[in-house]
């Protein structure tokens, strides 16, 4: 049987990781959540020291996490782009 919380994990894709471009909104780094079917953006709050410039110009791989903030999906950076 599937749980609303399946359903509700998939749409928002929590534990998985997307090369996602960040863009500065009231302060935060946000980004569209590449599921469309999913309502809310995403708003990178954890990692941000393995950031060398913020806003990066680049797409950055973000891990999605198991917790919502103030309307936005909460995303976490695991690797800079230019990092590598």
Known sequence: MTS????LGETLAI???FD???EERDGVLV??????ACPMDVAV?????????RP???PVTVE????IDDGYVTGRVVE???AT
């Open 4 to 7: 609303i919380r399946d359903v």
């Open 15 to 17: 534990g998985e990781r």
């Open 20 to 22: 996602l471009v960040l």
């Open 31 to 36: 980004a569209d959540h590449p599921n469309d």
């Open 45 to 53: 709050v954890e990692g941000l020291d393995r950031l060398e410039e």
């Open 56 to 58: 990066p110009t680049d």
């Open 64 to 67: 999605i996490v198991d917790r």
């Open 80 to 82: 800079d782009s230019r």
